[in-house]
C-alpha cells in the first residue's frame, strides 16, 4: 500500500502521483499521513482506487474526484469534494461549507455536520450526512440527492431546481421556492439504497424522513411577471 | 481573505509559551494575508499602573527621551520598553489621560496602538514572519491574545490599515471580510464626534463598537448591534481584559474554526492554523454559528 507522508512530502508531489494513477491499475490502496489541514489534498483523482486521509483537510479536499473511494478520517474544511464527478468521499467528522457543491456526481457522505451551504448548486451528486447541515443549503440545486438524517438550517433549497432533499430531523425555515412534498414508494426505494451507501442504514429508516422540492414556481418563465424583466 | 487567529488560555502554565504558540499561529496564516500582520497580546497587567502602546513612523527621534519627557510633564515616573517601530510606555493609573494628552503635544506624530491595564497592540506592514520576528513575539508572555494577517482590499496597505485596532481600554478588534456601507457609517459617526485616521472599513467597524460602548452598551450588546448597523461579509473577533468574543455575518461566508481543551480555546480562519497547539487531536474542534456572539473569558 502507498503511503505517503505529507509532513516530509510535498501536496504537490502527492498530487502529481495520484494524478499519474489514470489508466494504471496496480497501486489501489493509499494513504495520507499528517494530512494537518493542508489544501487541495487529492483534488482531481481520476482512478479506480481507494485512498485514506488519516486526519483533517483544508479546502477543496477530494474536490473534481472521478472514480476514486476518499475516506477522510477526520474533518474536512470547505468545499469538501466540491464538483465532483464520479466516485464516492467520506468525511468521518464534520464538513465545513459548501461541502459537494456544484458536484455532478458519485457520493458524498458526511458522518458528522455539515455547515452552510452543503450541497450549493449540485448538479447529481448525491450527498448524504448523518448529523445536521447549515443554512442556505441546496442552494439552486438542479438535481441529485440531499439526505440529511438531522435537522436542516435556514432557507433549505432556496431557489431549488430539480435535486431532492430529505430531512428527517427539523427544518428551521425552507428557501423561496422549497416545498414538502409527498414521499412515494420510488422515494422510499431511493432513500434505502442512499443510506445503505451512505453507511447510514443502522441509523435511519425511509419512513422516517420527509422530502422537501422545488414548487417550479420561480424558475419557469411566468407571463405574468414579464414587466419585472 | 484575510487570516485571523486567536489563544485564550485556560491552564496558566501555558502563559510563558503563548506569544511562541500565537506567533506560529500567525504565520501559518500567511497566505490568507501576506500584506500586513498585527497582534495584540493581553499579560504583565501591575497594580496600579496601565500600559499605552504607541507607534511612530521615526521610532529612533520620536522615542529618544520619551520617557524623560513624559515623566515631566505628568511629575510621575513613565518606564518605557521599545520594540521597533512600536514602544510600551508603563504609566500610572490615576496619569493615563494626563499622558496621552502630553504624547499628543511632545509628539505629535506618535500614534497610539492601545490603552489598558494588560493590552499591547503590535502591527506593522510585511510579511507575518517579518512582523512577528520585528516585535519578537515568539517571546511574550500572557493570559490570551488575537493576531491578524492582512490581504487588503478595502483600503491601502500601510501601519494604520493593519488589525488589530483599538476600540477602547483593553479591547480591541480584529476583522476578516469587507464591510460595504462603512462610508456611511464613518459618516455617522463622525457626526457623533469620533474621528479617524483612516479610509479603512475595519476602523469604522472599531470606531463603531468604540462608540456603542462609550454609550454605556456591553460589549455583548455592541456586538449584537453589528448584526443590525453594519453591511457586508465579517468574521470580527474582539480582545477583552478577560478574554475573547467571536462574531460572524449571518451568512458567514468567512471561514472560522474554534478548538477547546482544558488547557485552551483557540481561534482560526482554518484549522491549518491550529494544527501546532499541544493536544489539538484531541481537542473539541467546530465552527461558530452565524450572527451569533460568542465570549469566552476568565
New interface residues.
Partial sequence: MPSYDLATGSLRELNQALHDLRGQSNMTDWEILNPRGAHAIAAGVDAPVDIAVLGSTGYYCAGMNKQATIRIKGSAGPGVAENMMSGTVIVEGDASQYAGATGRGGLLVIKGNASSRCGISMKGIDIVVHGNIGHMSAFMAQSGNLVVLGDAGEALGDSLYEARIFVRGKVKSLGADCIEKEMRDEHYALLEDLLRRGEAEHKARPEEFRRYGSARRLYNFNIDNASAY | MCGIVGLFLKDRTLEPQLGALLSDMLITMTDRGPDSAGIAIYGGAKDGLGKITVQSAQPQSDFRNLDADLRAAIGQPVAMLVKSTHAVLEVPLGQMEAARSALAQLRPGVKVMSVGDAIEIFKEVGLPRDVAARFELSKMKGTHGIGHTRMATESAVTTLGAHPFSTGPDQCLVHNGSLSNHNNVRRDLIHAGLRFETENDTEVAAAFLAHRLRRGESLGQALEATLEELDGFYTFVVGTRNGFGVVRDP???K?A?MAETDAYVAFGS??????GLPGIESAR???PE?ATVYFWEH
Fill in positions: 451568512i458567514a461566508c471561514p474554526v482554518e484549522y491549518r492554523a491550529l494544527v474542534i467546530w465552527e452565524p
